[in-house]
């Protein structure tokens, strides 16, 4: 085992499948003789030549569009999305095209193509560099919406996303690239060493599409996240005292619904949170399908914590931000329901 | 075009000097840790923007990019409430909900710099086409980079003008990269220039270090859209002398030192001095007595900022709607 930050976990991921799958491409801006702006791809180019690591013009819509056609004849593309804010100019070829082309073409073809794109806030972006879109592209039928929180699932998910044959939307939640972020800005930065999800095998393993981790269980509250804000709540369960269940969804679409029934069968109570915006957000589907299944069984209301309905703003990042404090509040209301 | 008087030089010399030094003490504050998030900077650049906004009222309207502090202070932008804006503080020009990447301001004509690359081309053009609708004679210039000619919104927005004939100017700023891509890496052609015949409109290629030159060509294309000519593509060489994003920005080399030193011997700010003491139309005590005039502009506006207010946390969730 190896120690690796998101970062390394992610070109470790990008290299063992292009090193087993002569398919196996990345394509975006400045991701090859740079090495991505982030560092994902790293030492690729060199490795891999200039056909398999292109760096792109700055045209979203035409990167994700020449992956469709990559991928129809058999490549398995990793199209980079250097921030997920950037992904909306591609937005037409990922919902009319890519999503639906094996449902277009009555199952004959698709475009097993990977888009990766580094998400979320906390790094004081403002409103084109730290949005968290994945609502967005779960309402989207024929993709799958993944969101890592840590190194260790970050390679096996997108390992197993370069191989899955359906189109993903794989975003990386950058806060967490070099370290875990516990929500206090004031606090120094920590790295993935000493984390135990920061200890990655350097060989290839995967973990499946579609499975949620229980980060810590408990029996008073069932906290569902993802991406930075399982940090964010596994810190505000520790400092709270509540004996919550922290589950990391890891995949959003296709839902782990029986994970989540499971640990509402225990605790009767449900908070969830996201970075995201709260309106029509990724909870709002969560909060739906908890209620179809755990209606019999609930004890309080489910609460939401969630950015505001804003843009993300310049100044107040951290009041958007669902921090530590909004999360034990929110624990607690259910808790006194 | 307004003949170049000494006025006129004088003020584009000005123009330039305030961009300097707002960038420089921008990146220095950053440095320092007390500006937020990414900053783009002008430095090199500062040419351009005052060639073309010479030309311009506060009516004649502008789309910047993420590159865009240099756009406003030519356009009128006062440098307090620039510097509160990078700050995040309440007096800044959006209230500090926007910053660097998104600072706007609709009095002097400046309907934003933007964080999405391409996104301010075709609003340019839509501006125009106001323009044009309403009987006017005023302009929208759309300032773009090299690197930003190749997203479809610069074609569309190309198209659109060429074909009602509105009213702009594109100005490509070519820096020779987007981002850390050199230009021969993202396209197959040296001049963006050259993309104008495509649509149907001129295309000019112009030294962007060179203020006279770029004033000069901006003023053609500027009244060939008042007269209802139509648009002109309008490309002035130039180069960043910092990074990217930030004065050193990620550290990692991409171009070569000897390269940022032949450009940094065609500095904007150094030709144009020089073409000015050699016409004696400035001594060089009038150079240091400007640049001193200007410091305490730029100090008295960062103390501006600094003890400006944060916005108040009422007021978060104003300003997504009408009400
Ligand atoms: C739609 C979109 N894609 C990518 C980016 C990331 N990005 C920001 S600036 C930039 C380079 C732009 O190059 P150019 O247009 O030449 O402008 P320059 O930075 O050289 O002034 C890139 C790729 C972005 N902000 N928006
Ligand atoms: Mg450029």
């Known amino acids: 085992m190896a120690t690796m930050s998101m970062v390394q976990a992610i070109n470790s991921a990008l290299d063992i499948t292009m090193e087993r ?12 003789y740079f090495g991505g702006v982030f560092r994902c791809t790293a030492g690729l180019q060199e490795k891999y030549g200039q056909h398999r690591v292109l760096d792109t013009p700055i045209a979203e819509a035409g990167i994700i569009a020449a992956a469709i056609g990559m991928g129809v004849n058999g490549l398995r593309p990793v199209a980079e999305i250097q921030f997920a804010d950037y992904i909306y100019p591609a937005f037409d070829q990922i919902v009319s095209e890519l999503a639906r082309l094996r449902y277009r073409s009555g199952g004959e073809f698709f475009a097993p193509v990977t888009v990766r794109a580094p998400c979320g806030g906390g790094i004081r972006g ?29 390679k096996g998910l997108l390992i197993s996303s370069i191989e899955d044959d359906d189109p993903i939307i794989f975003f990386e939640p950058k806060r967490c690239y070099n370290g875990p972020f516990y929500g206090d800005p004031h606090q120094q930065a920590v790295s993935w060493a000493g984390h135990p999800k920061g200890e990655v095998p350097e060989v290839y393993y995967t973990i499946p599409i579609g499975e949620a981790a229980i980060v810590r269980p408990g029996s008073e509250v069932t906290v569902l996240t993802y991406g930075t804000m399982v940090h964010v709540a596994e810190a505000a369960i520790e400092k709270s005292g509540i004996d919550a269940e922290l589950i990391d969804l890891r995949t959003l679409l296709p839902l782990d619904i029986d994970a989540i029934v499971e640990s509402l069968q225990k605790t009767h109570r449900c908070v969830v ?7 029509s957000g990724y909870g709002a589907e969560l909060i739906a399908d908890i209620q179809e299944e755990c209606f019999w069984f609930l004890e309080a209301p489910i609460v939401r914590v969630t950015g505001w309905d804003t843009p993300y703003p310049h100044a107040f990042e951290w009041h958007y931000f669902p ?6 509040e929110a624990m607690k209301s259910t808790l006194e329901t | 075009m307004k003949e170049l008087t000494n006025e006129i030089l004088n003020n584009l010399y000005v123009c330039m000097v305030r961009i300097r030094l707002f960038e420089e003490n921008a990146g220095k504050l950053q440095e320092n840790g007390k500006i937020p998030g990414a900053l783009h900077m002008y430095v090199g650049e500062e040419a351009i923007a005052a060639g073309v906004m010479a030309h311009l009222s506060d009516q004649d309207q502008i789309t910047s990019t993420h590159r865009g502090h ?13 510097y509160a804006e990078l700050f995040g503080k309440v007096t800044g020009y959006n209230k500090g909900k ?3 990447m998104h600072i706007s301001n609709l009095e002097v004509g400046m309907l934003g710099a933007n ?3 391409g996104a301010g081309l075709p609003i340019a053009v839509g501006a125009a086409f106001s323009n044009k609708f309403r009987k006017t004679d005023r302009v929208a210039i759309a300032f773009f980079g090299d690197g930003a000619s190749n997203e479809g919104a610069f074609h569309e927005a190309a198209n659109l003008a060429a074909v009602l004939k509105l009213p702009v100017v594109f100005v490509c700023e070519n820096n020779g990269y987007g981002e850390f891509t050199p230009q021969a890496q993202h396209q197959a052609i040296t001049d963006v220039a050259d993309r104008a015949a495509g649509y149907g409109m001129p295309g000019v290629v112009v030294d962007g270090m060179e203020v006279i030159a770029v004033y000069e060509a901006a003023g053609e294309a500027i009244d060939r859209a008042r007269k209802g000519e139509g648009p002109t593509l309008l490309e002035c060489k130039t180069y960043r002398f910092y990074d990217h994003s930030g004065v050193r920005g990620m550290g990692f080399n991409y171009r070569t030192e000897a390269e940022v030193e032949r450009w940094k011997k065609r500095d904007p700010l150094d030709l144009f001095k020089q073409h000015l003491l050699d016409q004696e139309l400035m001594t060089e005590a009038d150079a240091a007595a400007l640049a001193d005039s200007i410091r305490q502009e730029v100090e008295a506006a960062i103390e501006f900022a600094e003890n400006s207010p944060d916005p108040d946390l009422s007021t978060l969730l104003e300003d997504v709607y009408t009400n």
């Open chain 1, 323 to 328: 921090g530590q404090e909004r999360i034990i």
């Open chain 2, 115 to 117: 964080g999405i690359v």
């Open chain 1, 273 to 279: 949170i996201h970075e995201a915006t709260r309106t």
């Open chain 2, 98 to 100: 926007g910053g660097s």
């Open chain 1, 126 to 154: 403002g409103q084109t560099h730290s949005q968290s879109p994945e609502g967005i592209f779960t309402h989207v039928c024929g993709l799958k919406v993944i969101m890592p929180s840590n190194p260790y699932d970050a």
């Open chain 1, 21 to 32: 799958d002569q398919n196996v491409l990345c394509l975006g801006e400045d991701v090859g």
């Open chain 2, 70 to 82: 240099g756009h406003l202070l030519a356009k009128g932008g006062e440098m307090d409430k620039m």
